[in-house]
């Protein structure tokens, strides 16, 4: 499972895609890179992880008019049971205000 995260638009979770291993989800999003920027992809701890998802999708929840991939809405809750999955979750990557 992976979400992206536009860090170009204040850091709204824009779409999900589902994979068999992050590894395929780096292949795809590496052959489809965004139109509008640059993609850069990081490995980070999963509990970090987890809370920067959260963060995200909390502030597209609540933007309105935000665009979101077609598969967003249907793939929401498992994102964020597997978010919630993750060991030693932290929530410490907040919504900005």
Known sequence: MGVYIDNNLGVLANDILLADSIEDVERVMRDHPPDDGELSLEPI????A????HAAME??????????????????????LRADEAPATSRSASVPR
């Open 45 to 48: 701890a999963p509990g970090v």
């Open 50 to 53: 987890a809370g920067k998802i």
């Open 59 to 80: 502030l597209t929840d609540t933007t309105f008019g935000v665009g979101v991939g077609d598969d967003y809405a249907r793939l929401r809750a498992v994102a964020l």
